[in-house]
């Protein structure tokens, strides 16, 4: 007689199917948002909130009520089973116990019309001004209400994680509630999406937003200015004195000097070009003369 196994589900595989399902919702949140592209600012941030509804709605009920699983969780070989129906069981099953109605139902109503809900109410809350009211208000006990219970479902679903991180059990508090359990869909089958192609597509994202987050910092004009200047030294250009240098060099349509500024060896450029150089290079030099900028002054005539 075979001993049932404990049934184990590589926590791995349960948050990459919720990444996955969260760059899907972005990737068609962005497309469905373009269609107000041609209308007022004002009309796609009233409606949002019902759009972003009406989109999740959309996918629950093409993905976890007809199939019961999301997109992310049919990458990852997963699907939800109903875990108080497995009470007392250890082997590991996918089929012979589905989600119920009921449970399908509770699911969209806590992930779709809650979350709409609550972000109606407390805009609306925001808009009335219940936080700024009288605290014997009941309007402004309703919102420190809120606010409590705010609070402490983030506090439970931090717990939850906790755990789940512990056992591999119930991803979200909401799954922990209904005793939806994500479980193989096929035991001995293997990931769709590797490990490998994971591991590197969050190498390359690491590395982007450290480049996104690096690439403020480098002054890159002035990595420019050395790396010229280096090779072929100091641009010198020839010009009218009522015309500005820099501006010229920016190919502006009008270089004509507007409020001149002199340099220290005597030339005149616009304040705003000067300046704006200056700070970008501390080192800059004069595209007339060649000679290092160090002070400006205002020009009297």
Same mark, same amino acid.
């Given at each position: =007689? ?7 589900? @590589? ?38 909130? &019902? ?83 009288? &605290? ?41 509630? @209904? ?32 480049? =996104? ?81 160090? &002070? ?6």
């Amino acid at each position: =007689m075979t001993v049932p196994q404990p049934l184990t589900v @590589l926590r791995v595989s349960q948050l990459d199917a919720e990444l996955l399902d969260g760059e899907l919702t972005g990737i068609l949140r962005d497309q469905l948002l373009s269609v107000f592209s041609l209308f007022k600012s004002s009309v796609k941030e009233k409606f949002e909130p &019902e759009i972003m509804a009406l989109l999740h709605f959309v996918m629950y009920q093409l993905s976890i009520y007809s199939t019961g699983a999301t997109y992310g969780l049919q990458l990852q070989n997963l699907k939800y089973r109903d875990e108080s129906r497995h009470k007392g069981r250890l082997e590991v099953s996918s089929a012979d116990a589905p989600l119920s109605k009921r449970q399908k139902l509770l699911h969209a109503l806590l992930c779709i019309v809650g979350p709409w809900g609550w972000l109606r109410l407390n805009r609306y809350a925001t808009t009335q001004g219940w936080s700024e009211m009288h &605290e014997a208000s009941w309007y402004n006990k309703i919102w420190h209400s809120l606010q409590k219970f705010e609070n402490w479902y983030r506090g439970l679903s931090l717990l939850n994680l906790l755990v789940f991180l512990y056992n591999g059990r119930y991803r979200s508090l909401v799954d922990r509630i @209904l005793g939806m359990r994500l479980v193989y869909k096929q035991r001995e089958m293997s990931r769709q999406v590797s490990f490998e192609f994971m591991n590197r597509q969050l190498v390359w994202q690491a590395f982007t937003e450290f480049l =996104m987050f690096l690439v403020p910092l480098v002054n890159i004009e002035k990595i420019k200015n050395t790396i010229s200047q280096s090779i072929s030294g100091p641009t010198i250009v020839t010009l009218p004195d009522h015309l500005c240098a820099i501006c010229h060099a920016n190919n502006a349509n009008r270089p004509v000097i507007q409020v001149p500024y002199i340099t220290n060896c005597g030339h005149k450029y616009c304040y705003y070009c000067i300046k704006t150089s200056m700070m970008v290079d501390s080192s800059y030099h004069c595209l007339r003369c060649g000679q290092q900028v160090k &002070e400006i002054t205002r020009a009297l005539d």
